[in-house]
């Protein structure tokens, strides 16, 4: 699967208006399911305990100053006119944010960055580097890299738990619209096992992907907004027209006043208003800021004012009597109409829950690509759409604690003080980081910067005191799940860390190598070996045992690193670093394959089509063109030349494609290449013709390199065993024994790795004390 083309153009061509109005229509069922559907609970969650509705309509009132203010001030003020503006090439999330900053400072603590990394397109920065007292300190001190890198993982963590928690509160607030349909012991047994079904044919059906149903999404949305709107207007001018005056901060004062601590522990009800708000951001690439910013400002927002000024309409005239009435969102909506709102309601809510779930998925990816989460199985489920991803152990697990939930809690008050937590964390870290954009990135004063964090997260604090002291109602739910996150996260990046380190303190001399001799020491036999190594210079330790173990090795070498650089892409042209290993008679290469954290990697035969090509060119260019208009880099006496992947056609190498059944041609280990159980494609073969423009020793290392690709190309994986070295802590023993141990085992193998055959994979054990 091929979905490089056309997504890096995106973020810089200008769009014209129709595409910009498209896309905005578009982004209302992806973006803002969630977001619309938070009508739905907010009041519930408010009034549940800590409260009442009284005659007076000052805590109705106050309660409505509340959400209008929150609502313009965080997703309206903060999201759409300043963090969209932080985008990491069109990219946006806790991630895209971690990207900018390590790219900005050298604060990354991912092990094999280079200096070449820099050189890419998708690497720029934004204004020249100022000197300034911060970036030093952050650049110096290990710790503040740590508690950078530790909000990036928090904030990752709380978008899972809301992955979580979001879909059970939007199902199950819109499924208990059936409450006022039947008694109350009917309804306790109908309204938790609908909820369960709902919830089960969700993730059930998410491996088909989205693109088959999401043209349905924005109607669906669209009518939801239309709905509550429309409702929201004629509750304000048949109940209470002078409402409006409600959205004076005034009556958020009265209301503390005469709240106090009650007031204060109702806004983690009220902060439901804005969950959902960090979707603007997050789901950034699939869109535009243009287009984000129009649908939320001018569908999106006054929808949502109009609902809540609708409810507080009616509720300021419909008050408590006895026990038999409830606050809810469907006790505003006319009885005529109830059951159709009901349907709508519950297709919003799978629509705002389906943008979680894939959200979860993506942020899982960009996890794994940084070696922040153990690698998992992703499943592209979409040819035209990028990003349209499923991993299906993530589904079952979201599904499971999903279930878990809403069986569990069996109300919107708990699960409200859960996901409301969840939401506001994320909310706090990436106003802690855009504060950090704002004077590293932006180059803006750092007064500003204080400004920002200062006015935003005083707001987000206050809630999130507020959703804190519902720990033992609910709230504790996203921090066991964070927690549980977290230490997976930190131990697989750690244990990562640590490999790598070993790997370069045990790096093999080139003398050795040198000493050798061209045949190194043993039989060369027809054939590309790939060693994978995670170095991206120097020889591994690993490639010793190799040579000492086995008998024969393949005429042509490559030293394969495939590593993820902080850039959401990375464009075809710029892909493969590409360079040789001691003297040219030797045959060894080395190949740096870099992805972005949003890449989509390819497939067995397209990745060894454009890994060959990508040698094949270094070659040809390595005499004929010294410079050639390429970069070269100079590592450990090793220079490395950018080769681009998205031509088909090499100047001195022709390629050919061939369909069918190859027995005629094709040698013994390129037959067992070719039966492998997937799916028949096109086989490459290359040709190097006759050119008076190559010369003979070049010519003649270009058709060894063709004969070795015929004869069949081996993947050679170092199968490592990662022990805590004799002396180390409990802890660290604990964390690389036991816990590193148990992730590598259950986790999958390397992308490029999961469909070549087993006759073309070579694995040699080798223990690692770190």
Not at 204 to 227: D, K
Not at 450 to 462: D, H, M, N, R
Not at 485 to 501: A, C, D, N, P, R
Not at 545 to 571: D, E, G, M, W
Request: aromatic share 12%; charged share 20%; net charge neutral.
């Amino acid at each position: 699967m091929d979905l490089e083309g056309g997504i890096y153009g995106s973020p810089v061509k200008k769009q014209s208006w129709a595409t910009v109005f498209t896309l905005a229509y578009q982004s209302l069922g992806v973006v803002y399911g969630d977001l619309s559907t938070s009508p739905l609970y907010v009041y519930k969650s408010t009034f549940a305990e800590d409260i009442q509705h009284s005659e007076t309509n000052e805590e109705i009132y106050g309660v409505l100053s509340f959400v209008f203010w929150t609502l313009t001030l965080v997703p309206l003020l903060k999201y759409v006119f300043i963090v969209l503006r932080a985008d990491d090439n069109g990219e946006g999330g806790t991630f895209a944010l971690y990207s900018l900053l390590c790219r900005h400072a050298r604060v990354s603590f991912l092990p094999n960055c280079q200096v070449a990394d820099e050189e890419l397109s998708t690497y720029k920065k934004d204004g020249i580097d100022t000197p300034g007292r911060l970036k030093p300190i952050l650049e110096k001190h290990k710790v503040w890299k740590r508690v950078l890198l530790f909000l990036a993982l928090i904030g990752t963590c709380m978008v899972i738990g809301d992955g979580v928690l979001t879909p059970a509160i939007s199902v199950f607030s819109a499924v208990s619209g059936l409450e006022l349909s039947m008694s109350k012991e009917q309804h306790k047994y109908v309204e938790v096992p609908v909820a369960c079904v709902i919830l089960v044919c969700l993730f059930a059906l998410q491996h088909y992907g989205t693109h088959r149903v999401g043209f349905l999404f924005a109607p669906i949305i669209i009518t939801w907004l239309l709905c509550i709107s429309v409702i929201g207007v004629y509750n304000i001018f048949h109940w209470n027209p002078y409402v409006y005056q409600a959205l004076s901060p005034y009556y958020m004062y009265k209301f503390l006043k005469k709240t106090q601590r009650r007031g204060w522990m109702s806004l983690g009800g009220i902060l439901l208003c804005i969950t959902g708000s960090e979707a603007m951001f997050a789901d950034l690439g699939h869109f535009s800021q243009l287009s984000i910013k129009i649908a939320f400002t001018s569908v999106v927002y006054p929808s949502l004012i109009l609902a809540y000024m609708g409810q507080a309409a009616y509720l300021s005239k419909h008050h408590i009597i006895e026990n038999d009435y409830h606050i809810g969102f469907y006790v505003s909506v006319p009885e005529e109409i109830r059951w159709p709102v009901l349907a709508i309601a519950i297709l919003a809510a799978v629509v705002g829950s389906q943008a979680v779930i894939t959200g979860t998925f993506s942020i899982i990816k960009q996890c794994s690509a940084l070696s922040c989460f153990p690698r998992v199985k992703i499943v592209h489920t979409s040819s035209k759409m990028h990003g349209q991803i499923y991993i299906p152990e993530i589904n079952w697990i979201l599904m499971l604690l999903c279930l878990a939930v809403t069986v569990g809690f069996r109300d919107t008050k708990r699960m409200g003080n859960a996901a409301g937590l969840a939401v506001i964390t994320v909310m706090l870290v990436t106003t802690c980081l855009m504060s950090l954009v704002i004077v590293l990135c932006w180059h803006r004063s750092l007064f500003l910067a204080v400004s920002f964090i200062f006015f935003f997260g005083t707001i987000e604090a206050l809630y999130f005191s507020a959703s804190l002291i519902k720990f033992l109602e609910g709230a504790w739910v996203p921090i066991a799940l964070a927690f549980i996150f977290l230490i997976v996260m930190y131990v697989w990046h750690y244990g990562t860390i640590k490999k790598y380190e070993y790997d370069v303190q045990n790096k093999v001399s080139i003398n050795w190598l040198l000493s050798l001799g061209p045949s190194l020491g043993i039989v060369r036999v027809r054939g590309i070996g790939l060693i994978n190594t995670g170095l991206v210079s120097g020889i591994p330790a690993i490639f010793s045992h190799f040579v000492t173990n086995l008998p024969a090795f393949h005429q042509v070498l490559v030293f394969l690193c495939i590593k993820s650089v902080p850039v959401p892409y990375v464009r075809p042209e710029e892909r493969f670093l590409v360079g040789r290993i001691g003297p040219k008679e030797y045959r060894l290469y080395r190949c740096i394959v870099r992805y972005g954290y949003r890449d989509v990697q390819k497939d067995d035969l397209e990745f060894e089509k454009d890994l060959v090509c990508s040698i094949a060119e270094f070659i040809r260019s390595e005499k004929a063109e010294p410079n050639g208009g390429l970069v070269d880099l100079e590592k450990d006496d090793e220079k490395m030349t950018v080769v681009g992947t998205s031509s088909t056609h090499l100047e001195g190498v022709r390629m050919c494609e061939d369909d069918g059944d190859f027995a005629e041609i094709a040698g013994p280990s390129e037959l067992r290449e070719i039966q492998s159980p997937v799916r028949p494609k096109k086989r490459v073969r290359f040709v190097v013709p006759e050119s008076p423009k190559i010369d003979t020793s070049t010519r003649e290392e270009l058709r060894e390199l063709m004969e070795a690709r015929e004869a069949g190309m081996a993947f050679i994986l170092g199968h490592s065993y990662v022990r805590a070295k004799r002396g180390s802590s409990l802890i660290k023993k604990l964390v690389i024994d036991v816990g590193y141990d148990f992730l590598r085992r259950n986790c999958r193998g390397p992308t490029y790795a999961l469909n070549i055959p087993h006759v073309s994979t070579l694995e040699v054990g080798m223990i690692y004390r770190v």
